[in-house]
């Protein structure tokens, strides 16, 4: 069972960066599915790697986009993203010294993250894109 499903309800109106966000949550479960329920990290690093390199591309077209609607609260927005891409690295390296009950639960951290960050703060950029239109 996956450990998120997407719902309309998290739609930011924006169509690329809901598909960005189907995306990321995709990734997690899978990473979820496949090697949370092992004990060992090794599937895990290629997933590591594509939850870090689909989340750097879709933060940099997320900060244009707010960039573009001038959305008056983008840096600390922009800092929440690097807050991740430090957490993911945190991770990467629990993984690098075989530390298997951190490097999951740090998925799980992470997944978490993932959704109230879309949830929540996502939401407040779409709102303002919706008050400006
Ligand atoms: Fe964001």
Redesign the pocket.
Known sequence: MPLFNWKDEYSVNVAELDQHHKILIDIVNSIYDNCLRIDTVDCIQPKIRELFDYAEYH?TA?EDYMRRIEYFEREE?IE??AMFIFKLKEMQQAYEGNEIELTKSMIVFLGKWLLH??LE??RK?ALYAQGIN
């Open positions: 933060f997320e927005h929440l993203h960050h879309v703060e996502d950029y």
